[in-house]
T-cell receptor, first 112, second 111 residues
Framework: NAGVTQTPKFRILKIGQSMTLQCTQDMNHNYMYWYRQDPGMGLKLIYYSVGAGITDKGEVPNGYNVSRSTTEDFPLRLELAAPSQTSVYFC???????????FGPGTRLTVL | DAKTTQPPSMDCAEGRAANLPCNHSTISGNEYVYWYRQIHSQGPQYIIH???NNETNEMASLIITEDRKSSTLILPHATLRDTAVYYC????????????FGKGTKLSVKP
């Protein structure tokens, strides 16, 4: 199993540009999550999904959108990038009945 | 989920045991204690979890006090690769929500 994979690893955006951060898991997990981590801070939840076709907002959803058309994929969309979205983004997944989350390697995003 | 308190940083000599404390005085009966760690620039990694009994796996041991108000993560023979931020998280088992990460303890293992 590859686990949770994320692409790209790094990206620099200009203010106002848009992009999609990709996340894929091959563990057949129902639950998937997007977190962001600012320097020196813990992770904050952006959006999560409890299964295909179902998504919900987390603590910091403004400026982001998600979709979950398949069990495996959970892309995160930034429509109008802002400097405040400069952060490291982590995707995670977990199975039903457990709290063990498996994290991807992260995407480091800089908005200039 | 109950709040946790951890020291911001700790040092440990290579080869010695690293004992990382966590206070969770408001923990309720159905909440588990989870430990994750984050090595620099990587995604968090699950280490161990427990409810009230002590637990051990290939990575670490978890000691939970009898009143469950505190716990200690033990890395029995710390290596340089164990240098990381360690997060103690308390939550109801099997719930669908996210993990709430505080600032954790930055463990530095020194040669």
């Amino acid at each position: 199993n590859a686990g949770v994979t994320q692409t790209p690893k790094f990206r620099i955006l200009k203010i106002g540009q848009s992009m999609t951060l990709q996340c894929t898991q091959d563990m057949n997990h129902n639950y998937m999550y997007w977190y962001r981590q600012d320097p020196g801070m813990g992770l904050k939840l952006i959006y999560y999904s409890v299964g295909a076709g179902i998504t919900d907002k987390g603590e910091v959803p403004n400026g982001y959108n998600v979709s979950r058309s398949t069990t495996e994929d959970f892309p995160l969309r930034l429509e109008l990038a802002a400097p405040s979205q400069t952060s490291v983004y982590f995707c995670a997944s977990k199975g039903v009945g457990t709290d063990t989350q498996y994290f991807g390697p992260g995407t480091r995003l800089t908005v200039l | 989920d109950a709040k946790t308190t951890q020291p911001p940083s700790m040092d440990c000599a290579e080869g010695r045991a690293a004992n990382l404390p966590c206070n969770h005085s408001t923990i309720s009966g159905n909440e588990y204690v989870y430990w994750y760690r984050q090595i620099h620039s990587q995604g968090p990694q699950y280490i161990i979890h427990g409810l009230k009994n002590n637990e051990t796996n290939e990575m670490a041991s978890l000691i939970i006090t009898e009143d469950r108000k505190s716990s200690t993560l033990i890395l029995p023979h710390a290596t340089l690769r164990d240098t990381a931020v360690y997060y103690c998280i308390v939550r109801v088992g099997g719930s669908q929500g996210n993990l709430i990460f505080g600032k954790g303890t930055k463990l530095s293992v020194k040669p």
